[in-house]
């Protein structure tokens, strides 16, 4: 049971680039989401997505775009990578539950530094 | 949006000894949740708490979610070296349309000494 499976774990990116963060989780759950963790900073949330279909952008969206075309995958692209967005990013996916009687689960991150 | 101020930021314990962490806030929550992050790895959750006043324990982890709903604190007894982590504590609220906001603290970093 592999859980929350993200690629690449290591990425480093020209000012400018583009890329995608890939996220797959094998346990049919309908939500997942987006983190990214800077230093010292917890958590924020970027998007998530509670079903197939359907998106929603979280605290710190900006700069970020998702899609869920399925229940396992949700991949995060970057557009016009900035400095501003090396930081660590973390997938997470939970059952449909009572709020957050489900826990999160988490992928192992996906380190990204853009220079 | 709601803020969840964690404290200490880091601390540093001899093997052995007991560990106290807490999080409070200005805003109410309807659930704590306490997580651990290994190096390398993402966040895995350590207790959930649902209720003002429950006391929850796993193992040598105890927390507690306040009375107020606005706090809660982690103990870790006879700290071991495996100990040494991340710790994050969540609050949920309710936000409408029966979605929920999950805030995070910005973590207590634990390191142990042998």
């Known amino acids: 049971n592999a859980g929350v499976t993200q690629t690449p774990k290591f990425r480093i990116l020209k000012i400018g680039q583009s890329m995608t963060l890939q996220c797959t989780q094998d346990m049919n759950h309908n939500y997942m989401y987006w983190y990214r963790q800077d230093p010292g900073m917890g958590l924020k949330l970027i998007y998530y997505s509670v079903g197939a279909g359907i998106t929603d952008k979280g605290e710190v969206p900006n700069g970020y775009n998702v899609s869920r075309s399925t229940t396992e995958d949700f991949p995060l692209r970057l557009e016009l990578a900035a400095p501003s967005q090396t930081s660590v990013y973390f997938c997470?996916?939970?059952?449909?539950?009572?709020?957050?009687?489900?826990?999160?689960?988490f992928g192992n991150g996906t380190r990204l530094t853009v220079t | 949006g709601q803020q969840l101020n964690q404290s200490p930021q880091s601390m540093f314990i001899q093997e052995g000894e007991d560990v106290s962490m807490n999080c409070t806030s200005s805003?109410?929550?309807?659930?704590w949740l306490w997580y651990k992050q290994d190096p390398g790895e993402g966040p895995v959750l350590l207790i959930a708490l649902y209720k003002a006043g429950e006391l929850t324990s796993n193992g040598r982890l105890t927390a507690q979610f306040g009375i107020t709903r606005k706090d809660s604190f982690l103990n870790i007894s006879a700290s071991i070296p495996s100990d040494v982590g991340i710790y994050f504590c969540?609050?949920?609220?309710?936000?409408?349309?029966?979605?929920?906001?999950?805030?995070f603290g910005k973590g207590t970093k634990l390191s142990v000494i042998p």
């Open positions: 997470a996916s939970r059952p449909q539950g009572e709020g957050f009687n489900s826990p999160l689960h």
């Open positions: 805003s109410i929550f309807n659930t």
């Open positions: 969540a609050g949920t609220t309710y936000s409408g349309a029966g979605s929920y906001q999950l805030t």
